[in-house]
């Protein structure tokens, strides 16, 4: 197809210039007629019950807020019911909302809250996986120490574990990250007449609704929920908003004034959800002729204090901790256990990242057991069309992973620098107190399932959207889509206009309000192009039949692809309606003294069907890739006793200007039939790959075995002064 | 204890009565209703609340009210008139140097601030020159390369 004709030829973004001058109107930028501000009391201890509360009096015009003012639910509507949105009598971590003081002033309700005295009856609490793992009593949800444990097989995983010559095993662990979107959590609710409006930052304005409708006790006619300009989500803005805008809602409804709540960034790192630290055991059993013939995986999640969506992060991190690989037989269990820390949650990625670290490192490891070449090793197990998946799922598409690893050695010339810097008597010399950095390249092969897990998008979200033609030949996007800086407004409108064949600029797609716009879905899973923008597209092509009518509404409802097929209680079939996938390549520079890793190149390939914007994919693919080298080698969050000592973004540090080179990136053209104009998922799938390729580098910079994130310089020092013998 | 507090802003002169140590990025956004001026972090982390002070960047989050007394402040919507923002902005449009939006005023007042100190920078110093101010959406990239295209074409400009 010619350049021009192509829908991935770049546009501006419709939501480009209010942001650049500064009059995109965020939550903490809004204002309304007689609006009060709200600050939280939060839990000081991991878990404890509340014995009592002091407080000051208060001056006019202020009020508090507790469970007591919530009229209906104070449990969070989650897969697991455990959450309240005010802590009732008990706390379970820190940072745990207690109570809001509400009022006009901010600096007054600042000095109110360092006034209030909360004494509390402290419980031992459950710090970590083993923690968890060894309690017998005293457990944190109901009588066990996980909120959800899982076990699938593949093939004839016993038989095949036992005729194998001998097994290779691995012992990975992953830390926190944190979101650090720059802007924080922030909501601003009206209640007016037994109705109420909700403003905020969101990723989901339903599932805001639906939180709101609970614990207010209104119908769906009484709440209304409008996303405005979000400054970012990555997932920390998908489940967690719900919290803060039934806050806000709550506080409006009992002073009778419009609420504002905004976060300071301490308060948003240490109450706000993170990515959960996990610890992954692989076990690769290898056949007499040095074949791969069956795997062992067990993965467990620190999962904190509430469930919140830590069921379905396990289960993607489930369905692909196997990697991109064929292996016959496998075992995958899993576990997610509760903590007395932050609740762990939704990522960009969502369980992939550590997934992937896991399954790649140890293909690294098992391919140096066997005297192999690591990506000679991953071609020869490379999933191809007609395999199966993980969970026995058809995999009825091309998979284009082999064109993925070319493009990689053309582009970064891998192989010839892999082979290059293991030249080991060169390590040797450098290593003798010759101060020569110390280099390194590595590879990783990947996939993200597009959309929800499972049959989730049929059974669970069941999407709906419209398209409205107007009488002036506009035609408007009702969906529920979030606009948080991935482009969807500007990629959405292109897709209509595209298909009713109409200049972009006749498509108008504001930001969503429940009120208006039928619920499509969260805008999460790397689902808002394949899933809602196949759906609109659909619209689209009945409206362009119709044209000629003056001005009249189309819609569509989600329906599941033929041929697919899943089994939610064992676990088998097509665990996604379909994947991306992808390859990163990291070279880095280990300094030899101070063990600072300097990454001297970045590279990917991805073959995300048809891209639609190349500006927007690009930019999806910059950030993504830098926040996984954030990931891998820098970001640093740990929680002791309970309490989250990076509380700032000077502590927590986050990637800067100066940290990393540009990515090289190329897509491999893959047309998905199901998606429009053959698009696929693209938002989490650069970011899943990045850190094994960095650990793999470093490993060889170093000569020795990476197991863990993030790979920090004191990480590098350990290993290093370990015996010679743990290394290659 | 409020007192008189006068300063340049946008071009114009203002004189505030009010408590000199609050915060300019209060000023600004609460009393004065500039609220292209962002509060990512109010611990002088992110740049997201970046004005010019005498033409140089500066955190608002950090600066007392008495601190710009007899200074030039210069914040987004006074910047967004002139002819080096509409260079910047079509140079951040057109290398995609936008996501989320929340660092872009302060980025394109990091991008001001560079330039009038040095009008041909290589990407070194493109990137030294803007890392004070965090971006968690782009990886960076394409924002240095449109304050590189506008120092390309902006011949006389800076
Ligand atoms: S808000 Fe001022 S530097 Fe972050
Ligand atoms: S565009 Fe979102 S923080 Fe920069």
Request: with cysteine; net charge negative.
């Amino acid at each position: 197809m010619k350049d021009e004709a192509r829908i991935g030829k770049p546009m501006r973004r419709t939501d480009f210039d209010d942001k650049v001058e500064g009059t995109a109107v965020f939550t903490a930028d809004m204002d309304l007629p007689g609006m009060l501000h709200a600050i939280t009391l939060r839990s000081s201890a991991p878990r404890a019950q509340i014995a009592r509360i002091d407080l000051p009096a208060l001056p006019e015009g202020y009020f508090y807020v507790d469970h007591r003012d919530i009229p209906g639910s104070n449990v969070m509507p989650s897969p697991i019911l455990d959450q309240p949105f005010l802590a009732a009598g008990r706390v379970n971590y820190v940072g745990e909302p207690i109570m809001l003081i509400v009022g006009p002033d901010r600096q007054v309700l600042s000095d109110i809250l360092k006034d209030a005295r909360v004494h509390y009856l402290e419980e031992r609490p459950v710090l970590s996986i083993e923690d968890a793992e060894a309690a017998t009593g005293g457990f944190i949800y109901a009588d066990k120490p996980y909120f959800v444990s899982y076990e699938y097989c593949k093939g004839d995983f016993e038989r095949a574990a036992e005729e194998a010559a001998f097994f290779i095993e691995d012992e990975y662990r992953t830390g926190y990250q944190e979101h650090a979107y720059l802007e924080t959590q922030s909501m601003l609710a009206s209640f007016v007449d037994g109705n109420v409006t909700v403003y905020g930052s969101m990723q989901c304005p339903y599932s805001v609704k639906e939180s709101v409708q609970a614990a207010l006790r209104l119908g769906p006619e009484n709440v209304r929920v409008v996303q405005l300009p979000t400054g970012g989500g990555f997932g920390g803005k998908e489940d967690y908003p719900s919290i803060p805008a039934v806050h806000a809602a709550l506080a409006s409804m009992k002073s009778g004034r419009p609420v504002k709540l905004v976060f300071d960034r301490k308060e948003d790192i240490i109450s706000t959800t993170k990515r959960h630290p996990c610890r992954i055991r692989i076990r690769s059993y290898i056949g007499r002729e040095g074949t791969i013939v069956a795997r062992d995986v067990d993965v467990s999640t620190d999962a904190g204090a509430y469930a919140g969506l830590s069921s379905v992060v396990l289960q993607r991190l489930s369905f692909s901790v196997c990697g991109a690989y064929d292996v016959e037989n496998l075992r995958v269990r899993s576990r997610a256990y509760a903590t007395n820390k932050c609740v762990s949650g939704a990522f960009r990625g969502f369980g992939g990242p550590q997934a992937f670290f896991a399954v790649e490192m140890h293909t690294e490891h098992i391919a140096e057991r066997l005297g192999r070449d690591s990506l000679a090793l991953r071609r020869s197990y490379f999933l191809e069309q007609g395999d199966t998946s993980s969970t026995g799922g058809l995999l009825s598409s091309p998979i284009r992973l082999g064109e993925i690893a070319d493009a990689l050695e053309k582009t970064s010339g891998y192989s010839v620098k892999r082979a290059l810097y293991s030249n080991s008597a060169a390590r040797e010399k450098r290593m003798e107190g010759c101060p020569t950095p110390l280099k390194g390249i590595g590879i990783s092969m990947f996939f993200h399932g597009c959309g929800f897990t499972g049959s989730g998008e049929k059974d669970t979200l069941k999407a709906k959207v419209k398209l409205k033609k107007n009488k002036d030949g506009t035609v408007e996007i009702l969906a529920s889509c979030a606009e948080i800086g991935q482009g969807s407004q500007t990629t959405l409108r292109k897709i209509v206009a595209r298909a009713l064949d109409i200049p972009v600029g006749m498509v108008v797609h504001r930001y969503p309000d429940t009120g208006r716009c039928p619920d499509s879905g969260p805008t999460v899973a790397s689902r808002s192009v394949m899933i809602v923008g196949r759906l609109l597209m659909d619209c689209a092509l009945e409206m362009k039949g119709r044209w000629k009518e003056e001005d009249f509404e189309v819609t569509r409802s989600y329906t599941y692809p033929e041929g697919l097929c899943w089994d939610n209680d064992k676990f088998q079939g097509n665990a996604y309606p379909e994947y991306s996938w992808g390859g990163n390549v990291v070279e880095v520079e280990v300094d030899p003294l101070t063990f600072e890793v300097k990454v001297t190149g970045v590279w990917g390939a991805y073959d995300i069907g048809e891209p639609m914007d190349d500006r927007i994919v690009a930019g999806q693919i910059d950030g993504a890739v830098a926040q996984g080298l954030g990931y891998a080698g820098m970001e640093v969050l740990t929680v002791e006793a309970g309490r989250v000592l990076q509380d700032n973004l000077t502590t927590y540090a986050i990637p800067t200007s100066v940290d990393f080179p540009r990515t090289v990136a190329c897509l491999i053209p893959n047309p998905y039939k199901e998606g429009p104009f053959g698009a696929k998922g693209l938002g989490e799938l650069p970011l899943v790959g990045v850190a094994p390729a960095f650990a793999a580098a470093v490993g060889q910079a170093i000569g020795k075995r990476i197991l863990r994130l993030p790979v920090t310089p004191e990480y590098i020092m350990r290993l290093m002064e370990e015996e010679a013998e743990d290394g290659f | 204890m409020d007192s008189k507090v006068r300063f340049k802003l946008n071009g114009e002169h203002v004189t505030m009565t009010a408590d000199p140590l609050r915060r300019l990025i209060d000023v600004l956004r609460d009393d004065l209703g500039l609220t292209g001026t962002k509060e990512g972090c109010g611990e002088g982390e992110c740049g997201a609340c970046s004005v010019l002070m005498d033409g140089r960047l500066a955190n608002s989050c950090l600066l007392p009210l008495a601190a710009v007394e007899g200074k030039e402040i210069v914040t987004i919507e006074g910047f967004r008139k002139t002819k080096r923002f509409e260079l910047l902005k079509e140079c951040f449009t057109e290398e995609g140097a936008v996501q989320c939006g929340f660092c872009t005023p302060g980025m394109v007042l990091a991008a001001e601030a560079l330039l009038s100190a040095d009008p041909h920078p290589n990407e070194r110093a493109v990137r030294d020159g803007i890392s004070g101010n965090l971006c968690r959406c782009t990886g960076y990239s394409s924002i240095v390369a449109a304050i590189l295209a506008a120092s390309k074409r902006g011949e006389g400009l800076w």
